[in-house]
Every structure is written in structure tokens, then in C-alpha cells.
T-cell receptor, first 112, second 110 residues
Framework: EAQVTQNPRYLITVTGKKLTVTCSQN?????MSWYRQDPGLGLRQIYY???????DKGDVPEGYKVSRKEKRNFPLILESPSPNQTSLYFC???????????FGPGTRLTVT | TQLLEQSPQFLSIQEGENLTVYCNSS?????LQWYRQEPGEGPVLLVT?????EVKKLKRLTFQFGDARKDSSLHITAAQPGDTGLYLC??????????FGKGTRLSVIA
């Protein structure tokens, strides 16, 4: 089954404790991206990757890091999480930047 | 920065009613996508429109791309509770990443 998986689905952590949210897709897509979704602000892109070893900032990259060492995986790293990063996070993949976006199920992160 | 404005922000209607939601911009897009997001899940693509004036139908849903490719609408006929969700439009222009609107949250009451 074609899918994007994210782990964990839910995470409660404390300020400053490094965390990684994993994202994996099995569709051989070149393009992957991370979004955060907040009430009243909609979906905002954090980072995207056009292919392996190629990443670029989206609209709200501050406080986040990503890596794309393999085509299928695109982890999101929060080196020192802060409460303003409490949000619902989605990973997405597509054949190209403008193609149909396949979204993962989301990760709800709470930083206290 | 390209912006997509969606209206209304919230919509609550009775089962069987018709409705239209809008997605507007001052920018021209080469294509526009509509997604539906249900609670606890990621958005799922409904349709992509690419030609100015294009109309696409998906059962009771009708999507239209404006002639100037700056706006789009989604019309639902005889809404059902299963149509409840967040409807998002997303526009593509040149080599820039997709731009998402903030969405219209639809609630259809039985």
C-alpha cells in the first residue's frame, strides 16, 4: 500500500530536549516536505527536499533541521524545542514539487 | 509572497443543502489543487485544475478554475454528513513550492 508514515503520532516533551520525528514514504517520490498546522494559520511549510541531499527552507524553518540521506526518509529534527513549536506536524511526499501531495497521518507535538 | 484566501472560514449547514467555498488570490497559478482533511488525518487530494475556466466534477462536488487562473471554487450539491471536513486549496506557480490556503471548515449536520 502506497503510504507516508510518521512516528511518533503523539509526543509530549519538555523545553530543550532534542527530538526527531521520522517520516518515510514507499512511493519512490523525489519531493518531500514538512508542514506544521496551527489553528488560524493553516498549513505552513517548514522545509522541503527536491531529492537526496537537496533540502531547502520553507516559510517557517527557524528552530528546525532536516536531512535527506535516503530517498525514502526525511526526518524532522528539533534540536532545542520550545513551547511555540507545539503544533500538528505533517510530512508529505510527491513525484515533483507541484504534484499530488501524499500526506502522513500527522504528529501532534506538545512542548511544555 | 503569494497568498490564497479561502472563504468562508467556517460553514455549518443542514444535510441536503448546497454550498460553495472560494479560493482567491491576486497571483496567477499554473494549477490549483483541492484537498479534504478529516479529523485526525492528513489532507487527501480531491482534484487538480490546470486550465483557466476548467470545470471538474467529482460526484456531488464541482470544482472550477477561474478564467484568469487566480481563483477557484468548490460547489457541493446536496451536502451529506460525510462531506464534513477541512477543505484546503493549494496553488502552484513556477518553481515555488505549493502555497496552501488556510482552509474552510465545513460541518454538515444530519
Amino acid at each position: 500500500e502506497a503510504q507516508v508514515t510518521q512516528n511518533p503520532r503523539y509526543l509530549i516533551t519538555v523545553t530543550g530536549k532534542k527530538l526527531t520525528v521520522t517520516c518515510s514514504q514507499n512511493m519512490n517520490h523525489e519531493y518531500m516536505s514538512w508542514y506544521r498546522q496551527d489553528p488560524g494559520l493553516g498549513l505552513r511549510q517548514i522545509y522541503y527536499s527536491m531529492n537526496v541531499e537537496v533540502t531547502d527552507k520553507g516559510d517557517v524553518p527557524e528552530g528546525y533541521k532536516v536531512s535527506r540521506k535516503e530517498k525514502r526518509n526525511f526526518p524532522l529534527i528539533l534540536e532545542s524545542p520550545s513551547p511555540n513549536q507545539t503544533s500538528l506536524y505533517f510530512c508529505a511526499s510527491s513525484l515533483g514539487a507541484g504534484g499530488e501531495q501524499y500526506f502522513g497521518p500527522g504528529t501532534r507535538l506538545t512542548v511544555t | 509572497t503569494q497568498l490564497l484566501e479561502q472563504s468562508p472560514q467556517f460553514l455549518s449547514i443542514q444535510e441536503g443543502e448546497n454550498l460553495t467555498v472560494y479560493c482567491n488570490s491576486s497571483s496567477v497559478f499554473s494549477s490549483l489543487q483541492w484537498y479534504r482533511q478529516e479529523p485526525g488525518e492528513g489532507p487527501v487530494l480531491l482534484v487538480t485544475v490546470v486550465t483557466g475556466g476548467e470545470v471538474k466534477k467529482l460526484k456531488r462536488l464541482t470544482f472550477q478554475f477561474g478564467d484568469a487562473r487566480k481563483d477557484s471554487s468548490l460547489h457541493i450539491t446536496a451536502a451529506q454528513p460525510g462531506d464534513t471536513g477541512l477543505y484546503l486549496c493549494a496553488g502552484l506557480s513556477g518553481n515555488t513550492p505549493l502555497v496552501f490556503g488556510k482552509g474552510t471548515r465545513l460541518s454538515v449536520i444530519a
